[in-house]
């Protein structure tokens, strides 16, 4: 059972551009809503995270979007780069207590100059 | 930040054979780590949770005799791959908790396996 379902597959934008990563989960437990960027042939590593008692999240270019009721959660990447492109998984977990994190499946970006 | 190195980054062998690998904290203790699978463009999946002194919690499908985990010390856990087999060939990552109950995970570089 995939608890946490992410779209789109794949995603092409222009350099500048401001791509969307959605993703949605079954489990009401989770509390923790991170997304990781993973570039070929790397380990994925932290972008930004949410916690469910708020809506919205900035960390420089990148926002992260909360819809508790409808339990879904995106990734918006402002004014992208070149340098963006990479593999972006979003990912949950029960945040305390030393839980695994579940990730979604992956949305390949290519930012074209 | 936090700091997680896996070594080998990449190992070939001959079906058969057995591969360790290793995944360190290099600045922090880490009484949680866990081991990701990842196939070629396709998502991380949890292997088993190794905690620091106890036996590790494996997930569903996953063959505990086949993959050996041990978290002998708060900085280190292996994973052993025992007689290896090419449908073993993947990436394998871990990560590791610090500790501060908020979720956080560090992953490592991952080590790229390869069986013949």
């Known amino acids: 059972q995939q608890q946490v379902k992410q779209s789109p597959q794949s995603l092409i934008v222009q350099k500048g551009g401001i791509p969307i990563i959605n993703c949605a989960y079954e489990?009401?437990?989770?509390?923790?809503f991170p997304w990781y960027q993973q570039f070929p042939g790397k380990g994925p590593a932290l972008l930004i995270a949410i916690r469910p008692d708020v809506s919205e999240k900035k960390e420089g270019r990148f926002t992260i979007s909360f819809n508790k009721s409808a339990k879904q959660f995106s990734l918006h990447i402002m004014d992208s780069q070149p340098g963006d492109s990479a593999t972006y998984f979003c990912?949950?977990?029960?945040?305390?207590?030393?839980?695994?994190?579940?990730f979604g499946s992956g949305t390949r970006l290519q930012v074209q100059p | 930040g936090a700091v997680v190195s896996q070594h080998p980054s990449w190992v070939i062998c001959k079906s058969g054979t057995s591969v360790k690998i290793e995944c360190r904290s290099l600045?922090?203790?880490?009484?949680?780590m866990f081991w990701y699978r990842q196939f070629p463009k396709q998502s991380l999946m949890l292997m088993a949770t190794s905690n620091e002194g106890s036996k590790a919690t494996y997930e569903q499908g996953v063959e505990k005799d086949k993959f050996l985990i041990n978290h002998a010390s708060l900085t280190l856990s292996t994973l052993t791959v025992t007689s290896a087999h090419p449908e073993d060939s993947s990436f394998y990552i871990c990560s590791a908790d610090r500790g501060f109950n908020t979720g956080e995970l560090f992953f490592g570089e991952g080590s790229r396996l390869t069986v013949l």
């Open positions: 990912a949950a977990s029960i945040g305390s207590g030393r839980r695994a994190l579940t």
């Open positions: 600045d922090f203790q880490a009484t949680t």
């Open positions: 489990n009401t437990a989770f509390d923790y």
